[in-house]
């Protein structure tokens, strides 16, 4: 999960006062809230009104321009939380080995966390449209900000001598479509754990990339 457009709460510019930032995250929290109880098409500014206990739809348009910038905004500020807590415990290792692992391990715990949230990033993706027509966002964009981040691990791991020589884009691929399968598994009634997750994912993983004899 990358962000490359927008900002957070975090961010905001200083001329932004403090009461001003505080009611576009109560805005975007009650955004996420409806797209993941009732769907992307239910998320109207008057539900997330309701939801959020403002008065009127009026202080939602004060602070985002259409529903399109709200949504935008759901992506950045939920991708941005995301990226931070993976980042931490990626950069806190030292091999390619650690940090591939350590990545898979915090991407599926944060997910097992926040179910909410990733399913308001899918409720958007899938549903979102463009002057077009056409997905604005789609899953092709969730792909490719994984393998943004995969790849240059694989390469790493691959010129320490960690992992044996394989095409570092089909296996971020495949990375990515095992951990896809382990969130479903995951969801499903009586599905695996996290723990499970983690587990049965890095095993297959490091399987798959460890130096052969």
């Known amino acids: 999960m990358r962000v490359t457009s ?20 109560q805005i975007v929290a009650a955004t996420i809230e409806v797209i993941a109880e ?11 009104a309701q939801q959020a206990g403002l008065s009127s739809t009026r202080l939602i348009s004060y602070h ?9 905004q759901v992506l950045v500020e939920v991708g941005t ?3 931070r807590a993976i980042g931490e415990q990626v950069a806190a290792e030292t091999t390619a080995t650690g940090r591939l692992h ?12 926040y179910p909410g949230q990733v399913r308001a990033l899918y409720e958007i993706s899938m549903n979102a449209r463009d002057d077009e027509g056409g997905l604005r966002y789609g899953p092709e964009a969730s792909a490719e900000a994984n393998l943004t ?7 790493a791991g691959q010129q320490s001598g960690e992992f044996r020589e394989f095409d570092v884009r089909l296996m971020g691929l495949t990375i990515k479509s095992g951990i896809d399968a382990a969130i479903a598994r995951m969801f499903q009634p ?4 996290v723990d499970e997750c983690v587990r049965e994912i890095t095993t297959w993983v490091g399987l798959a990339t460890r130096r052969l004899p």
């Open 190 to 193: 009586a599905g695996l754990t």
């Open 102 to 113: 350590a990545r898979i391990e915090a991407q599926l715990r944060w997910i097992a966390a």
């Open 64 to 72: 985002f321009g259409s529903r399109d910038e709200l949504m935008e």
């Open 6 to 25: 927008g900002g957070s709460g975090q961010d905001a510019p200083p001329s932004r006062s403090l009461a001003a930032t505080a009611r576009r995250a």
């Open 149 to 155: 981040e995969l790849e240059p691990i694989l390469t």
């Open 38 to 48: 009732e769907g992307y098409a239910r998320a109207t500014f008057s539900r997330i």
């Open 81 to 83: 939380g995301a990226q």
